[in-house]
């Protein structure tokens, strides 16, 4: 299983933008899809998107489809998610995982799929 470290939160204002970053060590050969999500206070977590690193199709939850865009840089092992348009409602801590190819990309926002969660990184946005 690979390990995955998230990095690049912090304070926006609404309206602004963040990039996270994920950093993505070991193995990965036999993991294809790699996904965000997202917990707010007291809410569930929550399935942002996702990027296939062999096709570089991505799917995104309809809360953020047209606002957040995710890439993989294979070369430096490091999946992106670039959040533009920022509201107060996507304040939360981010995280990426990782699972094998799924048959159905839309599946991957699903997070029962993956077992390993890492720290996170806290995004708020606020004025």
């Known amino acids: 299983q690979p390990q995955l470290v998230e990095s690049g939160g912090g304070l926006v204002q609404p309206g602004g933008s963040l990039r996270l970053t994920c950093t993505i060590t070991?193995?990965?050969?036999?993991?294809?899809?790699f996904a965000w999500f997202r917990q707010a206070p007291g809410k569930e977590r929550e399935g942002v998107g996702c990027?296939?690193?062999?096709?570089?199709?991505?799917y995104y939850a309809d809360s953020v489809k047209g606002r957040f865009t995710i890439s993989r840089d294979n070369a430096k092992n490091t999946m992106y998610l670039q959040m533009d348009s920022l509201k107060p409602e996507d304040t939360g801590v981010y995280y990426c995982?990782?699972?094998?190819?799924?048959?159905?990309?839309?599946?991957?926002?699903?997070?029962?799929?993956?077992?390993?969660w890492g720290q996170g990184t806290q995004v708020t946005v606020s004025s």
């Open positions: 995982v990782t699972s094998a190819p799924l048959h159905v990309q839309t599946m991957c926002v699903m997070s029962y799929l993956y077992d390993d």
């Open positions: 070991g193995d990965t050969l036999a993991y294809e899809n």
């Open positions: 990027i296939n690193s062999r096709t570089s199709n991505t």
